[in-house]
C-alpha cells in the first residue's frame, strides 16, 4: 500500500488498533489478518504518514526528481521500447527440443501462485471494469494509460530483477503484453472493486480461474510463479490506494493478485515503486509502516527515527525507483533464511520457513 504527500506530519491515531481488531478474516483453517485491510477508514487512513513524503532532509531525494533520475531518464526514453524488450531476463520462449511439461513443478498450494522471486515469474494484466470505473479502449487516452502501465511494469519488474542479483539470485519476469497477447485481458464485474476492503477476494479469483489458462503460459515460459495485476481506470478523485491480497492474508488466498488504481489522492499517478512494492506483497514482504502481525510497534518507530528508505516502508513518486531492498525484505521474500533484525526486533518469522 502507498500513501501520499498530504499525510505530512500526521501520526498514527488510536483508532487504528480498533480498525485492526477488526479487520481480521476466516478463511479455511487460517485466521490471518488482510494485510491493508488497516487502510479501510479513511479518517484513520489518513493519519499514518509514509517517510518519503515527511518534510524532512533524510527523504528529500524522495519529493523531487533527482539528478541522477534525469540524467537517466534522458539515456533510457529513445530505447525504452526495446530496453523493456530485453528486460525479461531468461524469459525467452523455450525452443521446440525444450519439454515444456518438464519446467512446471506440480502445484501443491504451498505459499500461494507467486512463491519465491528467485525464478520465472509471468505477470498477467488485467484491465477491469466494475460499477464506478471503466476502460474504453477506442479512447486514445486510455489506450495510453494502458501502455503506462506497461511502462511502469517493465521499470518495477526491473528495479526487482536487479535487487535480486545482489542477493545471488535471479528473478526475471513474463509481462510484455504487446509481446503476448496472452498476457493481456479485460475484464467486467457488476460490483464495486475500488474499495479499500479487501472482501471481494472470491470475485476476482473466481474470474482468474474461469479466463486465464495460468498453467499453459506458465508451461511455454518454463515459469516458477504467476501475480495478476488488475488495473483500474481511476481518476485523480479517486481516494482508495492500491492494494494486494495472498498467501501471506490467508493460506486459502492462492491466487495473489494486485488492484492498481492507476490515479489517486488528487494529484498522483501510481509510480513504478508502488508496483514493486505490490508485487512484493505477492511473494510475502510485508508493509513496514505500521504494527501488525508480523511486524512490531519498535521496528515502526525505529523506522520512522531512522528515515528508513525501505521499499516496504516507503515508496517514491517518478519513474525511477531509489527506494532501498533490503535483507528483511530479501529474507520474507524467500531469498534468504535469516536476518539479524528478526530476532533482534521480534518481527514474525517468514511464510517461506514456515
Same mark, same amino acid.
Given at each position: $500500500? ?17 480498525? $485492526? ?18 487502510? *479501510? ?5 489518513? &493519519? ?7 518534510? *524532512?532532509?533524510? %527523504?528529500?531525494? &524522495? ?6 533520475? *534525469? ?10 521500447? !526495446? ?5 525479461? *531476463? ?7 527440443? +525444450? ?13 500461494? &501462485? ?11 494484466? @488485467? ?18 494509460? $494502458? ?30 503484453? +504487446? ?8 475484464? !467486467? ?32 515460459? %518454463? ?45 498522483? @499517478? ?8 505490490? @508485487? ?41 525507483? @531509489? ?27 517468514? +511464510?517461506?520457513?514456515?
Amino acid at each position: $500500500m502507498w500513501y501520499s504527500s498530504k499525510q505530512w506530519g500526521k501520526t498514527v491515531s488510536l483508532a487504528l488498533s480498533a480498525l $485492526m481488531l477488526a479487520a481480521f478474516v476466516s478463511c479455511g483453517k487460517s485466521n490471518k489478518p488482510i494485510a491493508n485491510a488497516h487502510d *479501510t477508514a479513511k479518517a484513520t487512513e489518513r &493519519s499514518i504518514s509514509m517517510a518519503t513524503f515527511e518534510p *524532512t532532509s533524510t %527523504h528529500s531525494q &524522495s519529493t523531487t526528481t533527482s539528478a541522477e533520475e *534525469t540524467q537517466a531518464a534522458t539515456k533510457t526514453n529513445a530505447a525504452k521500447k !526495446s530496453s523493456r524488450k530485453t528486460s525479461q *531476463t531468461q524469459a525467452t520462449q523455450p525452443t521446440s527440443s +525444450e519439454s515444456s511439461q518438464e519446467a512446471v513443478k506440480p502445484y501443491d498450494g504451498f505459499l500461494g &501462485s507467486a512463491r519465491s522471486l528467485d525464478g520465472t515469474t509471468v505477470v498477467f494484466s @488485467i484491465f477491469a471494469s466494475d460499477l464506478s470505473v471503466q476502460w474504453n479502449e477506442n479512447s486514445q487516452t486510455d489506450a495510453e494509460t $494502458m501502455k503506462d502501465t506497461l511502462d511502469n511494469l517493465w521499470r518495477g519488474t526491473s528495479y526487482l530483477t536487479e535487487q535480486v542479483a545482489n542477493f545471488d539470485k535471479t528473478a526475471s519476469f513474463i509481462y510484455d503484453w +504487446e509481446k503476448d497477447p496472452d498476457l493481456r485481458y479485460t475484464a !467486467s464485474f457488476d460490483d464495486y472493486l475500488v474499495t479499500e476492503y479487501g472482501d471481494k477476494y472470491d470475485l476476482q479469483r473466481d474470474w482468474v480461474v474461469a479466463n486465464i489458462d495460468t498453467d499453459a503460459v506458465k508451461a511455454r515460459y %518454463h515459469a516458477d510463479n504467476a501475480v495478476y495485476l488488475f488495473f483500474f481506470n481511476t481518476d485523480y478523485s479517486n481516494q482508495v490506494n492500491p492494494w494486494t491480497l495472498g498467501y501471506t492474508n490467508c493460506s486459502a488466498y492462492d491466487v495473489e493478485f494486485c488492484n492498481i488504481y492507476v490515479k489517486f489522492d488528487d494529484v498522483f @499517478i501510481t509510480p513504478p515503486s508502488t508496483y514493486a512494492h505490490e @508485487i512484493m506483497h505477492c511473494f510475502g514482504a510485508h508493509d513496514l509502516y505500521y504494527a501488525n502481525a508480523y511486524i512490531s510497534q519498535e521496528y515502526v518507530d525505529y523506522c520512522k527515527k531512522t528515515g528508513s528508505n525501505d521499499i516496504m516502508y516507503t515508496v517514491n513518486d517518478g519513474k525511477w525507483i @531509489i527506494n532501498d531492498f533490503t535483507e528483511l525484505d530479501a529474507y520474507y521474500v524467500g531469498l534468504t533464511d535469516h536476518c539479524d533484525e528478526v530476532e533482534k526486533w521480534g518481527l514474525a518469522k517468514s +511464510e517461506h520457513l514456515a
